[in-house]
């Protein structure tokens, strides 16, 4: 890659603020294809995963791969390879198991990220929480498991226990999917969102601007900020909507969509 390229990439994502990890996604890669083998990034969402993957096309001898600790999980750790290392990249992954009496205390996915947090774990070191029948499953990065097992000793005023599990016993939930067919005015993340999530527009719109919304998981404030077949938009506490479908206009010129609702 050369300097104009690396600095048409780095603008691009300066608008949107990603900028700096377009840069260390860049670093990282320009390593694997002058040393070999390969490198591995921090936690990245599925937006973080897209700008990894344009970053790979400027590397004809780098390939992307991924892993999130099982099958399908959001937020993955990326791996530059590079083509001529036929070996399998170490993610550093671990799996924990934390768990809670749950006759007493009712814990949800937000009051565990919280408490993560809260221990002072960027996000980047971590990946999915699976919310699991006797407490919940967390995805850490290998090198910070001895803190992450030591200080989890509590999630709000409930004990908790942590202790690692093998990657194999992780207990992906299976996603409901509830699919909802609408006609809106425009193709505007308030008017697609109000229809998925079934609220109105106008709340809707209150919880863009209150930056409740996201856009293929990046936050927007934008109301009127156009959606397009194939886009996720996620509405805090209420799951994601994948705009699945437009099906043309009706007779009163609305446009006809399929969206799908992730429960």
């Not at 294809?33 to 390969?38: D, N, P, T």
Request: with cysteine.
């Amino acid at each position: 890659m050369n300097a104009a390229e690396r600095e048409k990439v780095l603008r691009y994502y300066s608008s949107s603020g990603d900028e700096g990890l377009a840069a260390k996604l860049l670093d990282l890669a320009e390593r694997v294809e002058k040393q070999g083998r390969f490198g591995v990034s921090e936690f990245l969402d599925p937006y973080g995963v897209s700008i990894a993957e344009t970053v790979a096309a400027y590397f004809p001898q780098v390939h992307v791969d991924l892993s999130g600790g099982y099958a399908g999980a959001e937020r993955a750790r990326v791996a530059f390879v590079a083509d001529d290392f036929y070996g399998e990249p170490d993610y550093k992954l671990a799996a924990v198991a934390v768990k809670w009496d749950k006759r007493y205390y009712q814990l949800s996915h937000r009051d565990v990220l919280g408490a993560v947090m809260g221990l002072g774990c960027k996000r980047e070191l971590f990946g999915d929480i699976l919310m699991v029948e006797d407490g919940c499953q967390v995805i850490v990065d290998k090198a910070s498991l001895a803190y992450f097992l030591t200080n989890l000793t509590s999630i709000g005023s409930a004990p908790v226990t942590a202790a690692e599990i093998p990657l194999g016993e992780l207990q992906p939930k299976e996603e409901k999917v509830k699919e909802i067919r609408a006609t809106v005015a425009a193709l505007r993340l308030d008017a697609v969102a109000a229809a998925g999530y079934g609220v109105s527009r106008s709340k809707m719109t209150e919880e863009i601007k209150g930056q409740g919304v996201k856009l293929n998981f990046r936050e927007v404030k934008n109301a009127a900020q156009p959606v397009k077949e194939g886009d996720v938009i996620s509405f805090r506490g209420r799951g994601r909507v994948e705009v699945a479908s437009l099906n043309g206009t009706t007779k009163k010129g609305r446009i006809s969509i399929l969206l799908k609702r992730y429960l």
